[in-house]
């Protein structure tokens, strides 16, 4: 039986599919190979986006976690967290420890509009807000004060949805679910009363899925208005693109029979309004000292299917602008990036050099991959891709013996060692799932109310010996 070590970098859905695969693929193999797999994270807690880009109004989403967490206990895995790739070790470390990487680090960075006032304050990025609403360890829970009473949400997928329906869904619908407490209390004390949602092109393009857009139409105590000219799929589109999409494409019948439903209201007088609007592209965010509008104009699709702007402006009256316009990838030190597409360049999960040939031993999955695209669940057949790729370069060599494999393994943890490094254990995770469980009791709020800061993790990961 051939022995393997991986390091897998990222404990997001990419990463823990990974491992998973591993162990599942090499079990299969004639004759099998035994894989032990350490997986590396930035953050002291796993699960990357799982914990701090789903919803917390998403509980079957979030149920991932508890596969998730059957890999981690997987005794053929270990769990680093708190090692940050490029900081606490380098490329140079992983390949020298490990027989072979896998880079799984996900999409962190938001995309910038590149308009005037995009740095005003009130304008964020929509990925700055996810993260404070999901308690993420490098946001300040004082971050966002929801003064505003308007919202504008610029993008139509399903980012936008999720931000959009924090914003305006009843916060006491929140107090069961593990949002942290002082970011329920930032809701609670919410002014926000109207939130625009606002896309380019039309409904047929937008990128929500159906069952995410429906949601927004059911919050109780919600009017939902859209525009009938903009739901009406001729009006601004001369090219007939919409029309094709919704004839070859189920999702976008789906959404457009949302949308028109939403069209055909007449608002109920509720406290908070969502307006979705369509062909508006954004030309400047207004205000001198905070934001105090945004610009758009008209869009239209002209006859060769061109995406142009009509001249015809319109400014909406918002004090906060979320831009929810995707994520990227950030590069990682030493590791081959793609300026353009924010992604590792690859081939089936290999990493290419600058001469496009694999570099040995170096392989990607998830986001970094293939960039921000896809459900969770496409990350699973997308590490397997990479998994295939992997075993059959790594296996059926003459492998090392245990105490070379072993020395090897421990090469990492005594680098960090000597680094002031000290990784955070799964049974260290656990103590900290075990502190949300008890804060959740103490303010009887559901089953857990995650810790609202880095500081509070890392005490509950360490607490002081007695
Ligand atoms: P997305 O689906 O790619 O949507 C990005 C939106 O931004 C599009 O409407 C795009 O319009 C628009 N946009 C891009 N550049 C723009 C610009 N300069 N000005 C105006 N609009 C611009 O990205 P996302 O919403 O960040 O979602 C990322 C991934 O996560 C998706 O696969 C999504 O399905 C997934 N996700 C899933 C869930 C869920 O299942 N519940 C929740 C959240 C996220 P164009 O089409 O015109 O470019």
Known sequence: MTGLDVAVVGSGPAGLYTAEALIKQAAALDPPAEVRVDVLDRLPTPYGLVRYGVAPDHPSIKSIAEYLR??????????????????????????????????????????????????????????????????????????????????????????????????????????????????LDTLTASKVREVHVIGRRGPAQAKFTTKELRELGELAGVDIVVPAQEADLAAFDAAGEGERLAESDRRVRGNLAVISGWAARSPAGHARRLTVRFWLRPVKIEGAERVSGLTVERTR?????????????????VQMVLRSVGYQSVPLAGVPFDERSCTVPNEAGRVLGPDGAPLPREYVSGWLKRGPTGVIGTNKSDAADTVRSLLADCCGGEGRDEAARAAAREHLTGELAARGVLPVSYADWLRVEQAEMSLAAALGRGARVKLASRAAIDAACRPPVA
């Open 70 to 183: 059957k890999i981690l206990e997987n005794p053929q895995v270990r769990f680093l967290g708190g090692v940050h790739l490029g900081d606490d070790v380098t490329r140079a470390d992983l390949l020298a420890s490990y027989d072979a990487v896998v880079y799984a680090t996900g999409a962190m960075r938001d995309r910038r509009l590149g308009v005037e006032g995009e740095d005003l304050p009130g304008s964020y990025a929509a990925t700055g807000f996810v993260n404070w609403y999901c308690g993420h360890p490098d946001m300040d829970p004082g971050t966002f004060s929801l003064d505003a009473e308007s919202v504008a949400v610029i993008g139509v997928g399903n980012v936008a949805v999720d931000v959009a329906r924090i914003l305006v869904r009843d916060p006491a619908e929140l107090a069961s679910t593990d949002v942290s407490q002082p970011v």
């Open 301 to 317: 699709l002209d006859e060769q299917g061109r995406l142009t702007g009509t001249g015809e402006l319109e400014t909406i009256s």
